[in-house]
């Protein structure tokens, strides 16, 4: 019975998707060429699990012939599993033919097709559980309210949400702010959208985990292991949703249904539950995923969801601003004698006595004490400040140190959020996080204007100042110990950062004292300390400790890596790097692109394709994922020569780290203004332009060493 509706279903599609191929062959001609935009991977769903690219109508065409030997028909469960798989497939061209001729079928709220680099982006928030798991609700809740109510309960727990169908309509309804930023991605309202997060998971084992596209069974083993993904499929679930659902499950993906006729369920497959109230905690029974409670004394929800969440002018009660007045976040370490654990005071007006609208000042010193506590660890905890802060619902904050900028909502100061929560929270967040090492903490947050210039003056500046020049001497060479993250490895199962002070790691979230306040907070973690007492070559920054270190972190994948080179033994990049760098054969340099950077390259390829070209914990020399911290480093390809290899940036990166890679050019080279010699897309993304342009300025990478 529930076999052959899945049979059904799928046999339905597929004559849908056929006649869809042909109509379209008959109007474009099959040399049309066919694609999702921003992906290295053409139809990403097709070319993971067959290795073929499918770019024009007509290979579309031969590609649903080898679709149809999935879907074979005996009536055992792996055939209708199989043809699920095949059902997804079908959906994928379905989609794909949508995006013919650079349309964009999919407007506000919907996503449809998401780019690779929300998915390098999600990196990092998987492997650390930020983001536990990934929700995809499909069809139409039985009412609105319980359709919502469930997705802010995945919200509230950090989960994504993808919506398909119905569930749209009604999220709109009842005005559900929604967004990536939110975690909560409404694909689309044909069912056949619920391939774009199928696209998703299926990337990731591409991007991170190093799958051969083709070979099915690791990939289907990598979905299932690796990718924490579940259903949830409302009735009335017809024969077409029930073969997606088989494709889903054949991903290992639980489907959960409150669906009652005609469908038998299959154990901690396809998973019956009447009331949708129970969907949450079924869904994450089924998918064994365990969620972080953080229960913190305020008015507003705190979750990493609101992490990204945005308050405009005009929904602001009042903001702080450190680009206008003085402002300042500061960690302080003191004697245990001077702390009263969970003191906090305000000293100045409370938001009720702020002029509605208005910029003020603020200034929060978060005092801490504990036997393991050391003063390098000060600016880790505060930098997680941005973090905690944003995670508050109904509030926004950018920027560090002196500079930061919040918003309170008119909503949260409606249900009573106060200055004095931000106390709170900074409090129970520190002592949650760093309990290794904080054993007590107090703050104390001024909102009086006198008072804040006092503190960011007299107290906060004269901080940060000795700190930069303790960063400044921070070298390779003036530290005992590197250290290594394998925090990726969730993902990445080889893939080894090397964390050095002049190099952190490639997603730019992990400096070298990140990792050692990791390794002191959690000593069996993620970061382990790596001696480097037996140099091999210095200029490649080769040592016998590095060796052995990343031979047993990545279980004898990697022999031998070198810190400084990107041509002989480079690191290995996961695949949420914040930059690319590649070779560029005709000037003798490399380009650095960011994910953000949606633009062409003069190395003929978008970020996603130069991306595409490395990642999984592999090497590949010639292309190297980094930090955008790294690149004002004296240890950037120190091996080839440095800095001065760089030839193209992407303009608004150039922008971001031209102070400090300018710097960085005089010291070594004594060049001035080194970036205004670095092209960048207004000056030329092809090759013999970029040439042109660097021979006129003299770009010293033109008369260095061939690097190949
Ligand atoms: Fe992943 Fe490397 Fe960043 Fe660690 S330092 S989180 S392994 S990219
Ligand atoms: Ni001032
Ligand atoms: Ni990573």
Redesign the pocket.
Known sequence: MLIDRIFNGNDAVYGLTVQAVDGAIAQHGADKAVGFPHTAYCLPCYYAVTGVKVKTLGEMKEALGVVKTLMTREQQLDDALMSGVATALCAEFIEALKYLDGAEPYSEPCYGHLADSIIREMG?PL?TGDIPGVAVILGSAPTAKEGVDLIKSYQAQGILVTLVGGIINQAQELGLKMGYNVRIVPLGKDVTSVIHVVSVALRAALIFGNVTPGDAASLLTYTKDRVPAFVNAFKPVDDVILAAGAGAIKLGFPVITNEDENVEEVPGALIGCANVADFNKVSLEARNIKIKITKIDIPVAFASAFEGEIIRRKDMQVEFDGSRVDCAELVQTRDMSEVEDHKITVVGPEVDEMEFGSKNSIAYVVEVAGKKMQPDFEPVIERKFHNYINCIEGVYHTGQRDMQRIRISIEAFNAGFRIKHIGEVLYSQVKNEFAAVVDKCQVTIYTDPAECTRIRHEVAIPVFDKRDERLDNLTDESVDVYYS????QAFSPS?V?V?TPERL???G??SWLDAKATNQLDPAG?CQVITKERPIDENLGSYEDVDEAVRKFSQGALEHVTLYSIMQDPMTS?G?FECICGIEPFSNGVVIANREYAGMTPLGMTFPEMASMTGGGVQTPGFMGHGKHFISSKKFMKAEGGIERIVWMPKELKETVAERLNKTAKELYGIDNFTDMVGDETIATDPEALVEFLTEKGHPALSMDPMM
Not at 485 to 488: H, V
């Open positions: 990092v492997v993250c394998i925090l990726c893939h950062c964390v790691g490639l997603c979230a992990v993620p996961c949420c």
